[in-house]
Every structure is written in C-alpha cells, then in structure tokens.
C-alpha cells in the first residue's frame, strides 16, 4: 500500500503532444474538503484507505496542489450529439491529470472533472457541481458492484466555489479512474479533420496500450474493431437486463474500452417501463430505455466511418452485423439467470418478453420483481407476485409457464442463493440518489458515504438497510433530473 506521494505516474497519452491535447493547469476550487471516497477504487492506485483524510487529498484533488510528475492536459474530440455532429468538443472542463501504474502493472487513468476552463469550455464555466459529481461517484461505483464495466470514481471533493446553474450551486471535483480516456468521439475528430496522419497516431496508441492482442491479428484495426463491437453488445445487454439508462448516448461519451462512461441525468428503471426517458431534454426519446440497442449500434457506425481509413467498408458492415446477435446472446444468458435458469430454452425469448409486456404499465418494480421470485420456490414466488399485475390471468398463464420450466430444470437446490447472487436486492435508485444529494448540499456526506456503501454489495442482505430495499415513494419515481451538471 501507498501514500499520496508514492503514485508512479508514466503519461503515455500526454507524450503524443499537443495535436491530441493541449497543457491547462487544474484552478482551484475554494476550501475542498472530502465528500466520498472509494476505498475500492483506491485500491486500484494500491491507495491507503486513510489517505482519503489526509488535509492533502482534498487539496489535491481539489486542485491546488499536483504531483511534480502529473502532466495535466485537456484532450481533443468531437462526436455525433443527439445524432447531429459537433465538430469540436474536448474536455471542456476535465482534466487527464497523467497516468498512474499500479502494483499489478496496470495503468489507470487520473481524470480530474470540474478542474476549470481549458480550450475547449465554449461557452461553459469549466465546473462540475456538487449534485452531478456525486451523482457520478455513486455510479460508477454501483455499475462496477453489479458486474457492469464503468469508469471508476476514487472520490468527489467539494466547495464554497459559487457556480450558476439553474440557481447558485456549489463547485465540486469528481476524480475519475478509468484505463483510457479515448471516447469514439477522439477517432472523429481526426478523420472529420482530415488528420490522417494523427489519426493513425491514435490509433497505433490505441492499439498498443488497450488492444495489444489485436496486433497480432493479420488486420490488427479490424481486430479492435470487433472487440470494440464485442464490448459493447455485452455492455449494452448488461444496462438493458439490470435497467440502467444512461440517457446521453452520444459518441463523445462512449468509451473505446467499452466501459459506462460519463454519466449525465442516468437512472435505473424503477417501475418497468420499456420506453423510459432519462434525460429531460431528449425530448424524443432518442436515447429510451429501449432505443439503448439500436443507437449503440447506430454509434458503433458512426466510429465505423470513423475507421473507415484502416478498414474496408465490406468488413467494417460485416463486423457491425455482429452487434445485434451478441448483444441478443448476452441479455439473454443474463435474463436467463436473472429468472434463476441454468440452461438455455428454444422458449426462453418468448417468455422473458412475455413478461416485460406484462410487466409494461403494471407498476412492477423491476428490481424487487427479480429479487423476490428468489426469495421462495418458483410457485409460492408467483402466487405472492401476481398482486402486483394488473392482467392478473395473464401473468397467472405466464407464471404456470415459467414454474414448469422452473420444476424441469435438475438443479434447483441453490436457487435462492443462485438467484440472489445476480438480482440486486439495493439499487441506486434516482430518488436515493436525490435524498443524499439534499443531505450533502447542507453540508452532511453522511448520507452519500451509507449509500455508497450499501450500492458497493447490492446482493448482500445488510443489517439495518430495509427501508432501502423498498419500492420507491410515488414522488420517487418521477424525480426530473436537470440535465445541466
Ligand atoms: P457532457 O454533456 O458532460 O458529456 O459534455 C459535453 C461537452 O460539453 C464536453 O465537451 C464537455 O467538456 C463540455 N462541458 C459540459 N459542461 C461544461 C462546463 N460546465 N464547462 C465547460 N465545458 C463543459
Ligand atoms: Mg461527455
């Protein structure tokens, strides 16, 4: 374990110079203190947990102080927002501190959000606050309890720095761990540019540092592309089964590691609701629970145009093609477990999709649906969950369907544990989330640490937790999340 001071820092991205992006200094916000801090995440950086509460990690992380060896700098990109291109965007108030190798070897990115204005902050003021950092802290960390691949968040640290929004808010500094900062949006930006040259440079760095298996394919950036496809068809399958909504899928915010990344006005589906909106401002449903699929696909074109200088057209289609197929093989093994089978069914797409549309406007909880048909054998689960249907016969027909699947399969002896294992019992629900944000704006963190927590083992029962482990209050459930941050 280390201290502060013991971070190895090696900036390989810094070192591909100034075309990729540019050396702004963090400024500092006014009085930081320690809001959150992931003891997990700091593990990553072979961190001790007690370093979160030295003076000096608020202040580095707060921006006043830096490592001799950091290299701050605000990186190039663009990216398709809400289907239409935007030619530069760039960190526009995040700052890639340099990179730390650990222990193990692996490098992490130190991303330092709400760091103040750089090159690209438009017309922005280079602040993140104090609501949407912890609104990303707590995600990241939650997405990574339950097995779905997000940047990290080693701590959000806040303010007295006054910042306008919708009101005056507070300032606050998210630090975000993820192994690459490059967005499919970096891949845009030099090919929209006419950089060839640069754009080749990304892409041999890419390569090198993220995919090093691909190069010993015959075509190493067809490769990548694939395992790019391969990524996110998991990912995407994993938001969809466990109902997670990122809700600004543009391709500035998708990762090239296929990792949740840059969270704005997310929420996890409380009632199911196929066609949920997230974001209040997409007032098309463009990014919907359900438009999830096809516009990960629609973004794995967009990074394919991209790419089109390394790869044919014929096997960038070819390669697209493969999206949707594994992204289908995936949900389905997830839903399959998530219902508590342990072998695949010729009937199992047809009856998990029986049950969403039953579940569509019935007011099921998503999550505590999945959890409670655990909770006791197949038919006493059905016979207790049926209230909450409002076509009670057709989730009587369903539910025979299902225990008979249930009661063929061999191995029911560890249902329970089987099913619990992958059906959250704490989810950070929107209205969860808000609570603690009320709490910390008054100055109390108390409520964003037991959150936090509580998300970072969502399938263990945990002593004195109950009241989280229920349906939300009707005034939860509709929460309008502003998407300014
Ligand atoms: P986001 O919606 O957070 O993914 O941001 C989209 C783009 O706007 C990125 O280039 C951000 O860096 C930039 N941006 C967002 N908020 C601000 C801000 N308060 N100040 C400067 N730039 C910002
Ligand atoms: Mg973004």
């Known amino acids: 374990m280390k201290a ?10 810094a070192r591909l110079g100034d075309a990729f992006s540019t050396s702004v200094l963090p400024e500092p916000i006014d009085n930081p203190r320690l809001v959150v801090a992931s003891d997990a995440a700091m593990a990553l950086l072979d961190l001790e947990p007690t370093e979160a509460h030295s003076p000096v990690f608020a202040e580095l992380f707060g921006g ?3 490592w001799a060896e950091a290299e701050p700098r605000a990186m190039v990109y663009s ?16 700052l890639l501190l340099g990179e730390v190798y650990n222990q193990a070897g692996e490098h992490w990115d130190l991303h330092l959000k709400g760091a103040g204005l750089t090159p690209y902050s438009r017309m922005g003021d280079g602040r993140a606050v104090l609501r949407s950092s ?14 779905i691949p997000s940047s990290r968040a080693l701590c959000v640290i806040g303010s007295d720095t006054a910042v306008w929004r919708e009101t005056q808010e507070r300032a606050a500094m998210l630090l975000r761990l993820a192994p690459s900062h490059v967005r499919f949006g970096h891949f845009e930006y030099f090919y929209y540019t006419k950089q060839p040259e640069q754009a080749k440079v990304l892409g041999e760095h890419v390569l090198a540092m993220h995919f090093p298996e691909c190069l010993e394919q015959p075509e190493p950036y067809l490769a990548m592309f694939r395992t790019v496809v391969e990524r996110n068809a998991e990912l995407i399958a994993k938001w969809q089964a466990y109902g997670f909504c990122h809700g600004v899928m543009n391709t500035d915010n998708m990762s090239i590691l296929g990792i949740t990344f840059d969270f704005g006005p997310y929420a996890f589906l409380d009632d199911f609701d196929a066609h949920f909106i997230c974001n209040h401002s997409d007032h098309e449903g463009r990014y919907s629970y359900s438009n999830q699929v096809p516009i990960a696909h629609w973004n794995l074109s967009a990074l394919a145009q991209a790419l089109t200088p390394f790869i044919s057209v014929e096997a960038l289609r070819e390669t697209l093609d493969l999206f949707l197929p594994l992204y289908e093989a995936h949900y389905l093994d997830l839903m399959r477990r998530r219902l508590g089978f342990t072998r695949a069914d010729d009937g199992d797409k047809a009856m998990i999709e029986a049950l969403l549309r039953l579940m569509q406007n019935s007011g099921v909880d998503y999550h505590l649906f999945f959890r409670r048909l655990g ?3 197949a038919a006493q689960a059905v016979a207790v969950l049926r209230d909450d249907f409002v076509d009670r016969e057709g989730f009587d027909r369903w539910a025979a369907g299902y225990v008979a699947r249930v009661e063929g399969e061999a191995a029911n002896e560890h249902r329970t544990a089987r099913m619990h294992a992958v059906n959250p019992l704490y989810v950070l629900r929107n209205y969860l989330a808000q609570n603690a944000i009320d709490a910390a704006q ?3 963190y108390e409520e964003v640490r037991r959150l936090h927590t509580m998300l970072s083992r969502p399938f263990d029962e945990q002593a004195g937790m109950e009241a989280y482990a229920q349906r939300p209050p009707e005034w939860g459930k509709h929460l309008e999340i502003s998407c300014s941050s």
């Open 442 to 444: 008054k100055g109390d």
């Open 64 to 66: 006043h102080k830096l």
């Open 79 to 94: 990216g398709h927002q809400f289907g239409g291109y935007s030619p530069r965007l760039g960190d526009g108030r995040g």
């Open 4 to 13: 502060l001071d013991e971070l190895t820092f090696d900036n390989r991205f």
């Open 134 to 147: 912890i609104r990303e802290f707590l995600a990241s960390e939650a997405l990574h309890a339950l097995g």
């Open 375 to 377: 909770d006791q054998p």
